[in-house]
RNA sequence: GGAGAUGUGGCUGAGUGGUUGAAGGCACCGCUCUCGAAAAGCGGCAUACCUGAAAAGGUAUCGGAGGUUCAAAUCCUCCCAUCUCCGCCA
């Protein structure tokens, strides 16, 4: 969330920024609820400061009349506190409920747009592949080779599963195993940095196996998807399944305060990701594009304020190198603030082309929340001069699976069906050049 | 799942219901000493919020949430986590 005084001190920006990420909030009733929150602070805040004291007094007073009088006294203020605080107690669960609905403020390069049709391409690169043949979507390859199989799926677990087989199976692991050898790499790392022009530390990423399930409040201080419908909810146990690695991963310090030698933190999370996709029905039903389920590697970045942005950058440099490797065409996008995320300040998403599709489709994301989600978290850094402040969170894809598999599967597809292997994983599936029935 | 124990500041570790936001130690920062370092000495060292230009003052926080009391780290209830033993298990 928004820090109030900064609402306070600049509620154009917020109810500007809020409007153009399309969420209704009144600024001006949540400066006044704030005010009337104060005031009512004040005289609770007074009249235990009264007890506090007195209380003191009682403690070293020998006159026993005197005493018992004091005690009288305490006990009248005590009542009075007991209904101010349900007071201030409503006030402010009504504030907090406006506060929560705040979303961060669209960063000044993000390209204004009512929904995705206002996304920006800011580059692409590669070719899109010809084909002499019809290209095929990516179940159909998947069914007939034998490495997809959603029917079976289906009728054990319902719609929106899948069994993978085989040498997706060795190529989902490929990919994973890849991604990580770079990651782990400050030789490329420094590398994808200068290339991109980004100043940065080319610290590496720490691997991370985060849990898959999350306490719900803690989901909360994450401000991501946030209506109940898209999680698995075991209310049992009181626990949720995460919808992203991010979840558990940025979540990982809260109530803790970095030293500002150590950052930035730089981690490459892998788990499975968990989604209802309740307002998706009918939607990409094919295949596995939209999933419940699907394996996930994924960075998070906790930074200086001031190199958020730098680090934004040098994740979507990283996803580019990815892809560059694997020869596949993308585009990267500047989601435009009607179509980004809620506690998302800049966003920034690569769509490979799906020959099969014949479109681009999103693969990666990243995310940069400044410090809005550090502030729920409590996820703090003290600067070098002993001020402490909220750290600032990135998040991006490194691989999606499903979809990753998809854009290979795709663009590697020959005319007999079977898969030519990116030159770059086949080190890692055996030196196999194809998959073929 | 059963039995028991424990949760205090960055770490360690005291703490009888009444100037305890919390002794002592370590770590850290500053100063003195030194050519420099070490050692020693002196001082500083939690976080959030409120008031204030500032200095400063106030409130809250001793795993978490409630409660008792004029007053709670200290008493009560519930929850959570950790440790040990037993059981089960990849």
Redesign the pocket.
């Known amino acids: 969330m928004l820090?109030?005084?900064f609402i306070r001190e600049n509620k154009d920006i917020v109810q500007v920024g809020a409007k153009k990420k399309l969420i209704d909030v009144d600024i001006e009733k949540l400066i006044s609820l704030d005010d009337e929150r104060?005031k009512q602070?004040?005289e609770?805040?007074?009249l235990?400061?009264?007890?506090?004291?007195?209380?003191?007094?009682?403690?070293?007073e020998k006159d026993q009349a005197r005493?018992m009088q004091?005690?009288?006294?305490?006990?009248l203020?005590?009542e009075d506190?007991k209904q101010k605080e349900e007071k201030l107690k409503s006030i402010t669960e009504e504030w907090q409920k406006i506060m929560l609905k705040i979303p961060n403020i669209p960063s000044v390069d993000t390209p204004e747009g009512p929904d995705d049709s206002g996304n920006v391409v800011l580059r692409s690169w590669g070719e899109k592949p010809q084909f002499s043949f019809a290209p095929k979507e990516h179940f159909e390859l998947g069914k007939s080779l034998g490495i997809i199989d959603t029917e079976t799926a289906a009728d054990v677990s319902g719609a929106r599963f899948s069994y993978l087989k085989g040498d997706l199976v060795f190529m989902q692991f490929g990919l994973i195993q890849m991604c990580l050898d770079i990651l782990n790499n400050e030789e490329i790392l420094k590398n994808i940095a200068e290339e991109s022009n980004i100043s940065v530390n080319p610290t590496k990423f720490l691997p991370i196996i985060p849990p898959v399930f999350i306490k719900p409040i803690v989901q909360t201080k994450m401000a991501r998807y946030m209506t109940p419908e898209e999680h698995y909810m075991f209310p049992n146990d009181?626990l949720m399944l995460i919808g992203s690695a991010e979840h558990t991963l940025g979540s990982m310090h809260m109530g803790k305060?970095f030293e500002e030698k150590d950052l930035p933190i730089r981690y490459a999370g892998y788990s499975t990701a968990f989604r209802r996709e309740a307002g998706a029905a009918g939607k990409d039903t094919n295949g596995i594009l939209r999933q419940h389920q699907f394996d996930k590697l994924e960075m998070e970045v906790f930074s200086l304020p001031e190199n958020g942005i730098q680090e934004q950058n040098f994740l979507v440099a990283i996803q580019e190198y990815i892809l560059k490797s694997l020869k596949l065409s993308f585009q990267t996008v500047a989601i435009c603030t009607g179509d980004m995320g809620f506690p998302d300040t800049r966003q920034i998403d690569i769509e490979i082309w799906m020959p099969g599709q014949n479109k681009y489709r999103e693969t990666h994301s990243a995310d940069y929340t400044g410090g809005f989600q550090s502030r729920r978290l409590?996820t703090?850094v003290?600067r070098s001069d002993?001020k402490?402040?909220p750290v600032h969170m990135n998040d991006a894809t490194v691989v999606a699976i499903g979809r990753m598999l998809i854009a290979i599967l795709e663009n590697y597809q020959q005319e007999d069906g079977s898969i030519k292997i990116p030159e770059v994983l086949r080190k890692y599936m055996g030196n196999k050049e194809f998959i073929t029935k």
């Open positions: 820090d109030i005084k104060l602070l004040k609770v805040e007074d235990r400061s009264e007890i506090n004291k007195v209380s003191n007094d009682i403690g070293i005493r004091l005690i009288e006294e305490m006990r203020v005590k506190i009181n305060i409590n703090r003290r002993g402490i402040e």
